[in-house]
């Protein structure tokens, strides 16, 4: 299977914490997105980092990519309890035309 | 600018019925992708579509579902016989032509559920 894995599964955390979400692939890649779900909703798109790049910014979000490693994380700072949902990564792999989406990390912010 | 609109947004079906599932992809959009979600799953990739072509329908399974994207009108997902391991959300996703990217704009998706 092409799918990436996200670790963790869960994550619960207070407001103010920092989360922090890895997501490993397989493939070689042309970019890797980010992408975030509520409970019952389409996915929407957060932030997209080239292969060529190593570190992006959106905002409170963080995201670097480890192309030796075939690793990405997300880091979103001073969370909110509005940030609970669901965070998928997704690669658009070399030669082909698709998204290839990770499992997700189910992100819980408590007030 | 209306986005990705799909429909209908819940669907009950009885094993052996036929189930369709719509999607509009963002004005000025000509690239759809079929994508579905088990509960607590993420998504796994059915289909793409551009108009009047089928791209790449390996993740499909070979019978029972035909996905079509006509010169007019909305990209229909089609699930004959259902059985109750189609129950899943169904999420539709549109790009530009000449995206680059593969950045994708989702739609709400559509939940069968197969009794």
């Known amino acids: 299977s092409q799918q990436g894995e996200e670790d963790p599964q869960a994550l619960s955390i207070q407001e103010g914490e920092n989360a922090t979400m890895n997501c490993s692939y397989k493939t070689s890649i042309n970019n890797l997105q980010w992408y975030r779900q509520n409970s019952g909703r389409g996915l929407v798109h957060l932030i997209l980092?080239?292969?060529?790049?190593r570190e992006k910014h959106s905002g409170r979000l963080r995201v670097t990519l480890d192309t030796s490693k075939k690793s990405s994380s997300l880091l979103i700072t001073a969370s909110r309890a509005a940030d609970t949902a669901s965070y998928f990564c997704a690669t658009l792999n070399t030669g082909f035309q698709k998204l290839v989406f990770g499992t997700g990390t189910r992100l819980l912010v408590s007030p | 600018n209306a986005g990705v609109m799909q429909n209908p947004r819940h669907l009950v079906r009885r094993r052996g019925q036929e189930a369709r599932l719509r999607c509009s992809p963002m004005?000025?959009?000509?690239?759809v992708y079929w994508y579905r979600q088990l509960p607590e799953e993420g998504l796994k990739f059915m289909v793409y579509l551009q108009k009047e072509n089928i791209i790449d329908e390996s993740g499909m399974p070979k019978e029972r579902f035909s996905a079509e994207f006509p010169k007019e009108g909305p990209s229909i997902l089609r699930i004959q016989q259902v059985v109750r391991g189609d129950s899943a959300a169904y999420f539709c996703?549109?790009?530009?032509?000449?995206?680059?990217?593969?950045?994708?704009?989702f739609g709400e998706g559509s939940r069968l559920t197969v009794l």
């Open positions: 004005k000025g959009h000509s690239h």
């Open positions: 996703a549109s790009s530009t032509q000449d995206s680059q990217t593969g950045e994708l704009f």
């Open positions: 980092i080239r292969s060529n790049e």
